[in-house]
């Protein structure tokens, strides 16, 4: 079998030896720079923009928002971003002014200081407290972005019940992408169809097409959208790099040349939507026996000025406030505020390390307070099968929760180190400490999504007899052009080497959603697997009637049909017979949930996802008490995420999640201003490199899921989740005190730990 085996990725070769083609790497003839001209300011109106008289603006291109053809409006879940400024407001600093044109980057810095743009300061929303304040409404009447409410068993009795009671606040802050390669977009405009193919760094080539559409007013037809080897992605270009598409469209259309735009990093970090900032508080009860009776969890995020995906990501937060635990009477309440900030968006875990990192940091002091280890506390209230969710819904399959926690137990003696670490002596400059975290992570869209979606994939196979994969999902790094050729190859039973994904080009692959969600291998694994068996009996029914067989005689095996036991064409013969038939080989099916799935998306009630990995990770760290340093010595991670189609790719996506995650727990760190963020760049904004990795250990668990291709989950978010409690509880227990915020810098375990503020 080809399913299980760790072969090389196939896009490894051209990104190690320089062969892929980035798209700064692409150059087009007579192609122009293009620049976004953006605000200053946190919440203004333009009163007007001024061109120098004196300056020779003969082969600049200029346009503003008063030019858009189409609707001004991006559309994300509120159709509230512009592409540029409607009614003349700016609302964050970095947002879109007007678009400029040259021939070459410094002509267009030459024009851009030619230009000056006079703006009305306005008071600006800058915290979600001043947002719920509603200080200045930048967003309807109240500035929620959107809100959500879970309700399961009586809340109240819940309480009541209880024989202890803990309240906790947790709060995170934003995080950046960090994508190796930012934002880049080039529009060429294409006489032959009137209309405009964009190449591009992206994530969601049908998102993009979508939008030019609205812009534009075009039909689809028109619009043709091109992912380029792209260096990175992990939510951030979702949905962003659809304005960019924008920008560059307009400016390429009204120009008649070509137009690239290539973020610089300070204009990515400062302009790009970034991780949502958030408030939990988490109130728990528990009866004599250290049973969960009751959980009442209220969320707050940070929306920034835009919504973006923020409704969608809230949702996500929502569905994991209670965290991986069974509990009879659940609140959950969420709501997200509008403030003049950067708008929040994707990213890697999509709301539920927010809520993941809060309820798992809580659990542990409810362990404490219950004078139980946080291992034990926590398998006594862990999710089962047989066990209702927070959303109501029966947990049927693949709960693999229980066999993650024992790994990482055993693996790390986590009762031992707990113990002997608490008994630290007092007066040491380093103690250690270790955590422990568990949770779980819905692949696929939330509640309707995929219904809604009906993603779509096909095989093909040319004349070569190459088998080619049809489906827009992008390559960012996950290694889907590995994973789906294993799944596709293993069902035709022919050799992966022969199974290729065609180039994601909105002209040559059907739309199968957009690559997020962790949904790959999950959902569009299943379509292709699909699709690959309805191949294979094509070809049985064509070599039936080309050989005058009875179709039920036919036996497929080892890549070879067999009439009576007797091979009478392989594969690719039987292939090529087909298409000498003068019929096609192309083949093409729809996603389904699996029949019994429903979901309430008014009262949130019901089967929130098909199917769900799960997670559980240790960390041990150590403090040094004088310098307020914090180490990470080892992590041991251990996921269940169905059936591991690539095992060295999972653990690959592992790593990659636990290394975001530590930074997101220790050092990512944003400081804003005057609603302006200060550290910009890589040097500033400060995260992991490989100095910081600790010993890291993986563990694969496989706990099959009967609806996903040869058993298999998603894996690509929850990596990230996980880490970052984990990491907190341990330093709580190293420092023996509360820091209920991540990151948690030297500068804050110094404050908790001696009082005062550090300058």
Not at 366 to 395: C, I, S
Request: with cysteine; net charge negative; charged share 25%.
């Amino acid at each position: 079998m080809i399913v299980g085996k760790s072969i090389p990725r196939k896009d490894a070769e051209d990104k190690v030896t320089g062969k892929a083609l980035y798209i700064d790497d692409i150059k087009f003839p007579g192609e122009l720079a293009g620049k976004v001209i953006r605000s200053p300011h946190p919440c203004a109106r333009i009163k007007a923009i001024v061109k120098d008289p004196a300056f020779d603006w003969s082969d600049i291109v200029t346009f503003t928002a008063e030019e858009i053809p189409g609707e001004n409006v991006f559309n994300n879940f509120n159709m509230d971003v512009p592409f540029l400024p409607r009614n003349g407001m700016v609302n964050y600093v970095g947002e879109p002014v007007m678009l400029l044109a040259a021939p070459g980057r410094s002509r267009l810095e030459e024009a851009s200081s030619h230009l000056a743009i006079e703006y009305e300061v306005i008071d600006p929303v800058l915290t979600i407290e001043e947002g719920l304040d509603k200080k200045n409404l930048i967003y309807g009447e109240d500035n929620i972005l959107k809100k959500y409410e879970v309700l399961k068993g009586d809340i109240q009795a819940g309480f009541a019940a209880a024989e202890k009671v803990l309240e906790g606040t947790y709060r995170t802050w934003h995080q950046e992408h960090g994508y190796i390669e930012t934002q880049g977009i080039v529009a060429v405009p294409d006489s032959d169809r009137g209309g405009v193919t964009i190449h591009g760094s992206l994530q969601c080539p049908y998102y993009i097409r979508l939008e030019a559409q609205r812009l534009f007013t075009f039909p689809p037809e028109k619009i043709r959208v091109v992912q380029c080897t792209t260096g990175g992605a992990f939510g951030g270009k979702e949905h962003f790099p659809s304005i960019v598409a924008g920008h560059a469209a307009l400016l390429a259309l009204k120009a008649g040349k070509p137009v690239k735009i290539i973020y610089d990093r300070v204009e990515d970090i400062e302009s790009t939507s970034k991780r949502h900032p958030s408030l939990v508080k988490v109130r728990t009860g528990t009866d004599r026996t250290g049973r969960l009776v009751a959980m009442d969890v209220d969320i707050t995020f940070d929306g920034g000025a835009y919504s973006m995906a923020t409704p969608v990501v809230l949702a996500r937060a929502t569905i994991g406030g209670c965290g991986a635990y069974n509990c009879p009477n659940i609140r959950i309440r969420s709501r997200a505020v509008a403030t003049n900030k950067v708008p929040t968006s994707a990213f890697r875990g999509f709301g539920a390390p927010q809520s993941f990192y809060a309820i798992e940091l809580h659990m542990t002091k409810v362990a404490e307070e219950l004078g139980q280890d946080p291992y034990t506390f926590r398998k006594e209230n862990l999710l089962k099968e047989g066990d209702y969710t927070a959303t109501g819904q029966l947990l049927r399959y693949s709960v693999g929760l229980g066999r993650c926690m024992e790994a990482v137990k055993d693996r790390s003696g986590f009762q031992e180190l707990y113990r002997k670490y608490r008994d630290q002596p007092a007066g040491q400059k380093k103690r250690r400490g270790i955590g422990i975290a568990a949770v779980f992570h819905g692949a696929g869209f939330t509640g309707k999504g995929e219904d809604k979606i009906k993603a779509k994939a096909g095989i093909t196979i040319d004349p070569g007899g190459q088998v080619k994969i049809l489906c827009s999902t992008t390559e960012m790094g996950q290694g889907m052009r590995t994973i789906l050729p294993q799944i596709v190859a293993e069902v035709l039973q022919v050799p992966v080497a022969s199974v290729e994904v065609e180039r994601t080009d909105t002209d040559l692959v059907p739309d199968s959603g957009p690559t997020v969600a962790s949904r790959t291998t999950m959902i569009i694994g299943k379509v292709l697997n699909d699709t690959a068996a309805m191949l294979i009996e094509e070809l049985k029914a064509s070599l039936a009637k080309e050989k005058g067989y009875d179709t039920l005689e036919l036996d497929y095996r080892q890549g070879e049909f067999h009439h009576r036991q007797v091979s009478v064409a392989d594969f690719f013969k039987a292939a090529a017979i087909h298409q000498k038939r003068g019929e096609s080989l192309t083949f093409y099916r729809q996603y389904s949930h699996p029949p019994f799935i429903k979901w309430d998306e008014e009262k949130f009630q019901g089967d929130a996802y098909a199917g769900y990995g799960w997670a559980a990770t240790v960390a041990e760290v150590e403090v040094d008490l004088e310098t307020c340093e914090v180490e990470v010595v080892k992590i041991i991670a251990a996921h269940d995420m169905g059936r591991a189609i690539n095992p060295r790719l999972v653990e690959g996506q592992i790593e990659g999640g636990t290394v975001q995650s530590l930074g997101y727990a220790l050092m990512e760190e944003m400081k804003y201003r005057e609603g302006r963020i200060q550290n910009r760049n890589l040097t500033t904004y400060i995260i992991p490199t490989s100095m910081d990795i600790p010993e890291l250990e993986t563990i694969i668990v496989e706990d099959e899921y009967p609806y996903g291709p040869f058993g298999a989950k998603g894996i690509g978010e929850m990596p990230h989740v996980v880490v970052a409690p984990a990491i907190a509880s341990a330093i709580r227990q190293a420092a023996g005190v509360d820091i209920d915020e991540i990151p948690v810098t030297p500068e804050k375990l110094f404050t908790a730990l001696y009082g005062g503020s550090v300058s």
